[in-house]
């Protein structure tokens, strides 16, 4: 419990029992009981002003400032309505029991802050750097690319990086949301935000600060909150027209029917006063914000960041889903499973291909290097020997080596260039090479499926996803085998970047009504689709920084599993935010209209504010417990 909390629950504590002293005193006849009593009144505003000076401040403040129509306002218009009529004790009540749905709202605002909280504590204080032979603490801004720090056991990791020297178990369950730690040792990426485990790790910076992961994590919390749902932004609207209308109707209340009916002021005052109780709209206004907050913050135990409850909203309504293949829903790691020569040596033919791409980032690159390497050639990867390297997207790349000029692409590549060639049919990722315009043969690259891809089709469909749609770049026939394998309904392959957007905008035109498209992806290229699609989920551990930046959702271990379980969160937390909103108008709706008719006193009044207030805050709450 907060300081704020605790001081607030004194305060209930100490107002409740002079409260119920002065109940005592009243039954006994101490206070008259009929008519204006100066000493009742100023004995019951001594507990009134210990629960309720606050609001009343805040009331004055706000008329002040102009903001004068809010659940303060409210409150104190009541409290002192019921105190001109002589309802002593119902003004008290009235005030002691919205400071203790208060403290029920401020206590679960806080749980529902507690995971995205923890995750805040990812953020680093301080990083080790040697100098003359001492570790000295500076600040991780102060930390350039480049530069190599020192990371003890139990310490976080302040910087992204490479470790050079080292061997540890690095714990990150507060980025992933997975128990179980990975290893670390020379070689090995690793990001900040971690604990280090056991071991001292010696990290080569690769980012600095306000690049790393841990401060664009913490960039997407703290904006999380400015993007509001549809459903939010209705209720914001609502009680900015509700509120004001309320206290019309009140006044209306009070003065029109004796005015017209002719009797005293006092029955209907104390009538108009039950009825401000009653309208309070402090049920709506802090239930649904803290129903999203809090299915954000179950998101968030999952490793899975969310940037706002309008993409929590979406996703609720997502029906239809595609996937980006290499990366996504395959593992990116690709390795050189067959070399096909025409007219030179298996050896020359990987050498070319690596100083084709020599330049590129792309992992099929990567892995015809690695293999080069392997083979023994990685001395012959020299820089000097390739000039006039040009990337043709969607295609290959273009470059001259050793004064040749060589293609290394796809089949569109070759024919681009009218250049005949023996197409590979086998399943993986193909790249055929041409050395001055004839074609000198084809290597072939394998990915291997994610084991975890295949359970996330299967339990996507189990929550009520319609439709599972596959884009790649790759050919027909391995596009087609992933997608069979893993139970994909469509699968569209041999597409540049340009084409993918292409297939999303078909897709979206053929949806209807509330339905969402969501995509799924992790590359450069993946950022103009993520950000075209309703929802954009990004995988965040290895994917890149554009993608990360144009998503909706990321997942910050690359599990694409997770999907389905935010599916279910965010249902289940729209579905509650629906149980709040009509069982809040519905109860003050029946007590409004008996409010008015003179049926309902100010405890029933009480129990339309302040208990449905409560009963909506503890059903928000279940955001937090949702379970997979």
């Known amino acids: 419990m907060t300081k704020k909390q605790k001081n607030m629950l004194a305060r209930i504590i100490a107002a409740s029992v002079l409260y119920a002293v002065l109940l005592i005193l009243e039954a006994r006849g101490v206070f008259t009981e009929t008519g204006f009593s100066a000493a009742a009144l100023l004995a019951f505003m001594i507990p009134y002003l210990t629960i309720g000076w606050d609001i009343v401040y805040k009331a004055f403040r706000g008329i002040a400032g102009g903001q004068v129509f809010d659940e303060n306002f409210l409150m104190t218009l009541a409290t002192f309505g019921a105190f001109g009529v002589g309802e002593y004790s119902e003004a008290v ?6 400071q203790v749905g208060e403290l029920f709202q401020n206590y679960a605002v806080t749980r529902s802050r507690q995971s995205i909280a923890d995750l805040m504590d990812i953020c680093p204080e301080y990083a080790n750097i040697e100098e003359d032979g001492q570790i000295k ?103 900015r027209y509700y509120t004001p209308a309320v206290v019309c109707a009140a006044l209306c209340l009070a003065l029109v029917p004796p005015l017209l009916l002719g009797g005293g002021f ?32 179950a998101a968030s135990k999952r490793g899975v960041l969310v940037k706002g409850s309008n993409y929590l909203e979406a996703l609720a309504e997502m029906e239809t889903i595609v996937f980006d293949k290499t990366g996504t829903l395959t593992k990116g790691e690709f390795k050189v499973t067959q070399i096909r020569p025409e007219g030179m040596g298996e050896e020359e033919l ?61 089949g569109k590549l070759m024919e681009e260039f009218q250049i005949p060639y023996q197409e590979c049919r086998d399943i993986g990722t193909v790249i055929y090479l041409a050395k001055d315009g004839a074609f000198a043969g084809s290597i072939l690259i394998a990915d291997s499926v994610k084991e975890e891809a295949g359970e996330a089709i299967r339990r996507l469909k189990a929550c009520g996803v319609r439709k599972t749609v596959m884009l790649t770049g790759d050919r027909r026939a391995a596009g087609e085998a992933v997608a069979s394998r893993l139970g994909i309904d469509e699968a569209f392959t041999e597409l540049l970047p340009a084409g993918k957007v292409e297939k999303v905008e078909e897709l979206l035109a053929q949806m209807s009504g509330k339905s969402r498209l969501a995509f799924v992806g992790d590359g450069i290229n993946d950022a103009p689709v993520l950000s075209r699609a309703d929802i954009g989920i990004a995988m965040g551990s290895m994917g890149s920084d554009a993608a990360i930046e144009a998503a909706d959702i990321v997942l910050m271990d690359d599990n694409p599993a997770k999907i389905a379980a935010v599916v279910n969160i965010a249902r289940k937390t729209l579905s509650i935010v629906r149980q709040n909103i009509i069982f809040a108008l519905a109860v003050k709706a029946l007590v409004l209209l008996f409010g008015a008719l003179g049926l309902a006193n100010m405890w029933e009044a009480v129990f339309a504010d302040v208990g449905v207030s409560v009963i909506a805050i503890l059903n928000a709450m279940r955001t937090l417990r949702i379970k997979e």
């Open 93 to 98: 009540a009235v005030m002691l029991f919205y």
């Open 137 to 239: 603490q500076v600040e991780p801004d102060d930390v350039a690319v480049g530069d190599i720090i020192i990371v003890k056991a139990g310490e976080r990791i302040p910087l992204d990086g490479v470790v050079v020297d080292g061997e540890s178990m690095v714990d990150t369950s507060a980025l992933t949301g997975e128990s179980v730690p990975r290893r670390a040792e020379a070689g090995s990426e690793i990001i900040s935000g971690c604990v280090n485990g056991s071991g001292v790790l010696r990290i080569r910076v690769t980012r600095e600060f306000d690049d790393s992961t841990v401060a664009r994590i913490l960039e997407l919390v703290e904006n999380a909150s400015s993007k509001k749902a549809q459903v939010e932004n209705f209720i914001t609207r609502f009680a």
């Open 266 to 297: 006092g029955e209907w005052l104390k009538r108009a006063c039950i009825f401000l109780v009653i309208s309070c709209p402090c049920a709506l206004v802090i239930s649904v914000p803290l129903s999203f907050f809090g299915g954000i913050g």
């Open 350 to 410: 990987l050498e070319l291909a690596a100083l084709a791409e020599l330049y590129s980032t792309h992992p099929i690159a990567e892995s015809v290097r690695e293999s080069c390497r392997s083979a023994g050639l990685g001395d012959r990867l020299n820089a000097e020997r390739v000039g006039d390297a040009k990337e043709l997207s969607g295609q290959g790349i273009r470059a001259r080596i050793d004064g040749h000029e060589i293609l290394a692409g796809n």
